[in-house]
């Protein structure tokens, strides 16, 4: 950011701040980590594709990506606020896996009498269990914030006692099946309202190839939402005089991004469409989005995690604050949870057990900082998807576990190590 005066004189006025574009090397170390966490995560993906013969890129099998890792992406949204702070939150699988117990066992494990059988029903289930997540997250937030408790020692208090706790309500077994409605929050799919449409010059195999309308509508209108809110947010950032990236570069990034969520979206619609879920990671990915740039609470987070003192000195309340993250974390541990369980159709005593590794290393992996006050969402949902990827196609090509563990830590690390070398480098 630059400021030009007509004159240096006494009472000679200052012109407003302008706005210029750096230059494409400097737009690039500026955006390293961004622009190379998209990179790497098309590299990883076209390597997979190559080394699995083209299985990763089957529609089925991207579907299966996207299915497999809904519940960590979820998580890693409210594990980004918890981390940006300041803090880690070690409890989330554990409390993933005895909501979903908990969900089990109201569907399907009591008995209720029949004036309170309306407790079984899916959807009053689902607000009991994410009311119940809300609680813990609140109850783990309470002590950490007000009573100055280390947010490592409370949490992992937690995980030991809903790993029990869910042990104790399942009493050691599996239960289920679900009802079909609540496995719809998994498995199921957006009916195609539009209808489908065919392809007859992309035939495969002697079979016309047949889209799902309605999927690749809503990829347009995305992406179309997508450009626009870049366009506007370009011209705010140089109305108010901070640089921006060169505007070919910003043209190649929005086109790279609109062809690959264009491509995922054929991909998709040409099997059965959007996962229901898939929306509804959509949805909350939007919301915090709109939580980190555009609202107060979120500026509030990374001023927690920037400096605790600073922002306790300018005004934000920090204990207030850092309660309510650990209530949203708890609600969306709650929400994965159900997810994972409505996958698996059952609820079993080790649902939920290493998650938050995951989720952890998603989040570090997507650019957050140990030290918080630095993260975005879409760093987060890209380094889930690094994990998500790896996993399957490790899996396919048929790597041992133990490689695969190994393979994950060396990426968290050097993910790490190259947050330091940014910072070193920019101190």
């Not at 937690?158 to 409605?181: H, T, W």
């Not at 929050?185 to 799902?212: C, K, M, R, Y």
């Not at 396919?396 to 330091?420: E, Y």
């Amino acid at each position: 950011m630059t400021t030009e005066t007509a004159s240096t004189g006494p009472g000679a006025a200052a012109q407003p701040t302008q706005s210029h574009e750096l230059s494409l090397v400097g737009a690039l170390r500026a955006n390293m980590r961004d622009y190379g966490l998209l990179l790497a995560l098309i590299l990883i993906m076209l390597f997979f594709q190559y080394f699995t013969n083209g299985v990763l890129f089957k529609p089925v099998n991207l579907t299966n990506i996207i299915l497999q890792n809904s519940y960590i992406i979820v998580m890693s949204l409210g594990m980004l606020l918890v981390i940006v702070a300041g803090h880690i939150d070690l409890s989330v699988g554990s409390v993933s896996g005895f909501v979903g117990a908990l969900a089990a066992m109201l569907m399907v494990g009591w008995d209720f009498p029949p004036e309170l059988a309306f407790l079984a029903h899916p959807l009053i289930a689902g607000a009991i269990c994410l009311v119940v997540g809300a609680a813990i997250g609140a109850a783990q937030g309470y002590i950490i914030a007000y009573h100055r408790v280390p947010a490592f020692i409370v949490t992992l208090a937690g995980m030991l006692i809903f790993k029990g706790l869910s042990l104790a309500i399942l009493a050691g077994k599996s239960v289920g099946p679900f009802p079909a409605e609540f496995q719809m929050l998994s498995a199921g799919f957006i009916p195609d309202v539009i209808g489908p449409t065919t392809l007859p010059w992309l035939a495969e195999n002697g079979q016309n190839v047949v889209l799902h309308t309605t999927t690749m509508v809503i990829a347009i209108l995305a992406i179309v939402g997508m450009a626009f809110s870049s366009i506007r947010t370009r011209a705010r950032r140089k109305a108010r005089g901070y640089d921006v990236e060169p505007f070919s570069l910003f043209v190649i990034k929005n086109v790279v991004i609109a062809a690959l969520v264009l491509f995922f979206a054929y991909m998709l619609a040409s099997y059965r469409g959007l996962p229901n879920v898939l929306v509804v990671m959509g949805v909350l990915i939007a919301v915090f989005v709109f939580l980190t740039k555009r609202m107060t609470f979120g500026r509030r987070i990374y001023a927690l995690g920037g400096n605790l003192k600073a922002a306790a000195l300018s005004g934000i309340k920090t204990e207030r604050t850092t309660f309510y993250i650990f209530a949203i974390m708890g609600a969306l541990a709650a929400l994965a949870g159900m997810i994972y369980a409505a996958r698996l159709n059952s609820a079993t005593p080790k649902a939920g057990q290493g998650l938050e590794l995951d989720v952890i290393a998603a989040v570090f992996i997507g650019g957050a900082s140990a030290l918080g006050g630095v993260g975005q969402v879409a760093g987060a949902v890209i380094g889930a998807f690094i994990m998500g990827v790896m996993n399957n196609g490790m899996s396919i090509m048929g790597v041992n576990i133990d490689w695969q563990q190994m393979i994950k830590g060396v990426v968290l690390l050097a993910a790490v190590f190259f947050d330091l070398y940014n910072k070193n480098r920019s101190a």
